[in-house]
């Protein structure tokens, strides 16, 4: 299955703790936990281009499997990893943050972040 598309955020689970554990403030806090995201994802083999829109804020990650690539991260640092693929999964791990993002089927994606005990996870459907 191919992760193409453009998929917006249906559901969220312990965003607001996840965010202060990686040091965002308060007020960004508050006002990103209403918005529903959209994300486009633009595969190419082992290609990848991930853009990431919540409100204002355009987040754009290109990455070529099992190739070092630096990715911004949601707090605006630039890191340098290395994107698996496992499957229908792009793991990724970011300072500390494990990331798996799951292709479930043809049309919902789950992206779990892992921090420490805490995991965040956002369920996204296809446009």
Do not use: H
């Not at 191919?2 to 403030?25: T, V």
């Not at 829109?53 to 605006?76: H, P, R, Y």
């Not at 479930?104 to 805490?118: A, E, Q, R, S």
């Amino acid at each position: 299955m191919s992760f193409s598309g453009k998929y917006q955020l249906e559901s969220q689970e312990n965003f607001e703790a996840f965010m202060k554990a990686i040091g965002l403030p308060d007020e960004l806090i508050q006002k990103g936990k209403d918005i529903k995201s959209v994300s486009e994802i633009e595969e190419t083999g082992d290609n990848f281009k991930v853009t990431v829109t919540t409100g204002t804020k355009v987040l754009v990650n290109s990455f070529v499997i099992g190739q070092e690539s630096e990715i911004e991260t949601i707090t605006g640092d630039k890191v340098k990893t290395v994107v698996r693929r496992d499957g229908n999964k792009l793991r990724v791990s970011l300072k500390g943050i494990e990331s798996v993002t799951e292709l479930v089927d043809g049309n919902t994606i789950v992206n779990t972040m892992t921090l420490g005990g805490i995991v965040y996870k956002r369920t996204s459907k296809r446009l």
